[in-house]
DNA sequence: CAACCCACCTGACTGC
DNA sequence: TGCAGTCAGGTGGGTT
């Protein structure tokens, strides 16, 4: 469910009402989704401890966490294929556990709630310090939307790549972030199939490439994010997102290209689908 | 190391 | 109405 987009606008919206605020209570009811829950490290280095800042680095949220003058920890949230942050007020009366949610962080009058069905997503634990060095950081590629992510950048990293486009993107090792409906879109607006082996990409469609990435990711994080017909992911206050409503190719197999009017096709590898124009791109 | 395949899990949807 | 089969936003581990 949730690519960069997504998880940048969950951050957002929990940045609002979290920032500042203090964990009380911490109760966890099952530890064992992606990577097991360290909810005994959890317990007994959160309750009492500020929420400091809330960051994201490609798919994953960060929730820095300081308490007293000990060292500042970090509270690494995945959110996988179907994981939500939620952010509830407890004034409001609403206190019922929801199905699927694992963990809940008591926050003076919030919860902050992880909901999860697939179990793909994990939480995890670590000292601020070694935060570049954990595993679920240290592989990322550049952020997307820095500087240091650029046309260069792309083709460089894709010489002797016998990959094609779309899973190169998504492996996030050279970029962070992109998912497969963004890496689908983003092909489809550099006129490229995605199933292209992407060291025959030329160095101008590096450049175009890079662009797209940016742009698309930058107009979903404007729209909210994609939710799907499932509806399976909201913010951390339980909006939609309306990017769905922009996408050119991405689950429209079947339909009219959206330029030209040709039929927007659909092809499958390592079970997961890619979608193109045979017209638009090349 | 790179490329490939697969498992991990639940729920929604399709077709019989 | 039920039931089997298919599919889904991610990703790391095992095997060639």
Not at 19 to 47: C, H, N, S, W
Not at 122 to 149: A, Q, Y
Not at 214 to 234: F, N, P, R, W
Request: proline fraction near 4%; charge should be positive.
């Amino acid at each position: 469910m949730p690519e960069l987009p997504e998880v940048e606008t969950v951050r957002r919206s929990l940045e609002i009402v979290a920032l500042g605020r203090k964990v009380r209570e911490i109760v966890i009811k099952r530890t064992d989704l992606r990577y097991p829950i360290p909810a005994e490290r959890i317990q007994t280095d959160l309750p009492g401890a500020t929420l400091m800042g809330l960051e994201r680095r490609g798919k994953v949220l960060v929730f820095r966490f300081k308490r007293g003058r000990s060292a500042e920890r970090c509270l690494l949230g995945h959110l996988g294929m179907s994981g939500r942050f939620l952010a509830t007020e407890r004034a409001a009366g609403n206190t019922a556990w929801l199905k699927h949610e694992h963990v809940r962080l008591t926050m003076d009058t919030w919860d902050l709630r992880f909901i999860d069905p697939r179990r793909f997503g994990s939480i995890e634990l670590c000292l601020s310090s070694s935060l570049t060095s954990h595993p679920r950081v240290k592989n990322l590629g550049v952020e997307p939307l820095s500087n240091e992510f650029d046309g260069d950048l792309l083709f460089q990293g894709t010489r002797r790549k016998q990959v094609r486009i779309r899973d190169f993107l998504l492996t996030g090792n050279l970029v962070a972030g992109v998912g497969n409906i963004y890496a689908n879109e983003a092909c489809f607006h550099s006129g490229v199939r995605p199933q292209r082996p992407v060291s025959r990409l030329s160095r101008p469609e590096c450049q175009r490439l890079s662009m797209e990435i940016k742009k698309v990711l930058e107009s979903a994080i404007d729209a909210g994010g994609s939710t799907l017909s499932d509806g399976g992911y909201v913010d951390g206050s339980g909006n939609s997102g309306w990017f769905q409503f922009s996408h050119w190719v991405y689950n429209r197999a079947g339909e009219a290209c959206k330029r030209c009017d040709s039929t927007v096709k659909k092809v499958k590898d390592l079970k997961r689908s890619a979608f193109y124009c045979p017209k638009c791109q090349k």
